[in-house]
């Protein structure tokens, strides 16, 4: 890094400089309060398997003729035919 005299005296200026200079002191964050009460546990509540909206995929009103796929909306059923059954034949 200082291979030549001239750069040798410019890093040994800035080394005295910044060796010279007080760093700040370091101050501490406040310390979180405590609580004032402890928080009750959480309680397990059982789930099921499945969802509400995996049953309802079958009542879709767009469904695409070339695989089992069903959609909300016309668009979302083109935007699926247009990127993956018409990508295979490009």
């Known amino acids: ?5 001239n750069l040798r005296l410019k890093c040994l200026f800035l080394f005295q400089v910044l060796s010279n200079v007080e760093m700040a002191p370091q101050v501490q964050a406040p310390a979180m309060p405590a609580p004032s009460k402890p928080e009750a546990p959480l309680r397990p509540s059982p789930v099921r398997a499945g969802s509400v909206a995996e049953k309802c995929k079958s009542d879709r009103a767009f469904k695409c003729k070339e695989c089992s796929q069903s959609f909300d909306t016309e668009h979302a059923l083109n935007l699926h035919v247009k990127y993956i059954h018409r990508s295979k034949e490009d």
């Open 1 to 5: 890094l200082c291979g030549s005299s």
